[in-house]
């Protein structure tokens, strides 16, 4: 590589590290970065096979990781740029640096945010998207052409210019730092629905389990917020979050489970929630005789829909807006979301704005993306304590103990434990349940006497006598099936 190019692709790096961290700074002001913006779009390209696997795979990581990539590809990308201006400029182009401002404007403001349903220019949130805009290539470009145009014959600006390059960089990788390291912490470090031990009967709010279509969650101001219900019926109205609340509602006890929850996996938590049942609310907008269906739109563009006849038989089904008797964090749907019992977690759209009635079910986000939750959740069993790879002393009493769900409001019947990888079973004591809609804690005690290695197994069984099926599948299309087993050993 030649002095030239070199000198282009540090200086384009250097000038887009600075740019990358104004544009993090700019979200302090409420400005939504290129990165958010990307990241449904981006999301949306990914096939449901494929998006299944890297859940299974990386969970929390994934979010991570895709930040990541994009932080680097936009470094390359400008960094690129850097090149070819130096290759301009080489050949004669003045303020070729400036020049490559033009792009990264044009590129952002007319391609990018567009594509990202942010609008013309980025308009969709304000004016202030094109202007930061135009002051970030304008930054990019001032710091590229001042490298760009240095004196080959003078040593000591070229010397004060590489200085510069380098404290934009040092500023921009310090803007990024301050602005994201922090949450990528706490979701790698801390998740939502780490909590290790034996499963307590409600969730902790602060350990109910988060999953999101989106790697930027909206923000809703519950006072400009409505609910809107409409389509084929025959008085449309709309709810502010005050009179959602002053509604007559009800308590139920719940437990909810990601269609993405591995085996054995802890995407599952309970709580209790309040709200008003649905098919109250689509009775006051009193349904056309050609309505079937019941369609949710959400802040974040989120989509699902439910047949009416569900609906009206249902009438656990809710409009949540507490959780556990608080309001709903903003990560769980505030001011309000669907809660569909029984059903995996993307039937139960959050931040809910509309629900609209339908000739026929329009399908959803995720039934897009080739995902089926057209069926309750399958019964499923965990094993909490002890925990995969735990070694046990001999000749001692062992807990075994874990939790069991049946979907469908079927409720568990029995839960069995086999401590020789499935050769012999044992019945576990069941507690009592909060509600036929919640999972069942179990318990069995053990006294292994001999050093050894052992498999535990788990099935649990749901009150019409249906056993869990050992059979083993991933979380795609249908959700996650089998018996989990693990490995334990007992030993001095």
């Not at 913006?37 to 969970?59: C, E, K, S």
């Amino acid at each position: 590589m030649n002095s030239t190019a070199r000198r282009g692709l540090l200086a384009g790096a250097a000038a887009g590290l600075a740019l990358m961290g104004g544009m993090e700074l700019g979200a302090g002001l409420g400005l939504t970065t290129l990165i958010d913006a990307l990241q449904q779009p981006i999301l949306a390209t990914v096939p449901g096979a494929v998006f299944g696997f890297l859940i299974d795979r990386l969970q929390h990581w994934g979010k991570v990781i895709e930040e990541i990539s994009q932080l680097i590809g936009m470094l390359v990308a400008l960094a690129l740029l850097g090149w070819a201006a130096a290759s301009a400029s080489a050949r004669g182009l003045q303020h070729a640096g400036w020049a490559a401002a033009v792009p990264i404007w044009v590129v952002a403001c007319l391609v990018l945010f567009p594509l990202a349903g942010q609008g013309l220019l980025g308009l969709h949130e304000g004016p202030g998207t094109p202007v930061e805009w135009l002051l970030l290539a304008g930054l990019y470009g001032a710091i590229l052409d001042r490298n760009l145009t240095a004196s080959v014959h003078d040593p000591g600006r070229r010397a004060a210019l590489t200085s510069l390059s380098r404290w934009a960089a040092v500023v921009g990788i310090a803007a990024i730092g301050v602005t994201r390291v922090p949450g990528w912490v706490q979701i790698l470090a801390a998740p939502p629905e780490d909590e290790a031990g034996r499963t307590l009967e409600i969730t902790p709010v602060q350990h109910f389990y988060v999953v999101s279509k989106n790697f930027q969650d909206p923000t809703v101001n519950a006072a400009s917020w409505s609910l809107e219900v409409n389509g084929m019926v025959h008085a449309p109205y709309q709810l502010r979050y005050g009179q959602l609340k002053k509604l007559p509602s009800v308590s139920e006890y719940v437990t909810m489970e990601c269609i993405s929850n591995p085996l054995g996996g802890n995407l599952m938590s309970t709580g209790k929630f309040t709200g008003t049942p649905l098919r109250e609310l689509v009775m006051r907008a009193r349904p056309k005789t050609e309505a079937g269906a019941v369609g949710f739109h959400s802040v974040d563009d989120y989509t699902e829909s439910i047949s009416l006849d569900q609906v009206m038989a249902s009438p656990e089904i809710l409009i949540v807006w507490m959780l556990d008797g608080q309001p709903l964090p903003e990560q769980h749907g505030y001011p309000a979301r669907v809660l569909v019992p029984g059903y995996y977690g993307m039937r139960s759209p959050k931040w809910l704005n509309r629900i609209t009635l339908t000739a026929a079910s329009q399908g959803g986000y995720w039934e897009d993306e080739g995902w089926d939750a057209s069926r309750p959740i399958e019964i499923t069993s965990r094993i909490d304590v002890p925990g995969d790879g735990a070694v046990l002393p001999p000749g001692q009493t062992v807990e075994i103990s874990g939790v069991a769900l049946a979907g469908g409001g079927k409720g568990i019947a029995s839960v069995e434990v086999s401590t020789d990888n499935g050769e012999t079973w044992k019945e576990a004591t069941l507690e009592p349940t909060l509600s036929h809609l919640t999972w069942r804690l179990w318990s069995l005690d053990w006294r292994p006497e001999k050093q050894n290695s052992y498999t535990l197994v788990v099935r649990a069984r749901d009150m019409t006598g249906q056993l869990q099926t050992e059979q083993a599948a991933g979380t795609f299309p249908k959700g996650s099936t089998g018996w989990q087993r693990i490995q334990i050993s007992v030993e001095h």
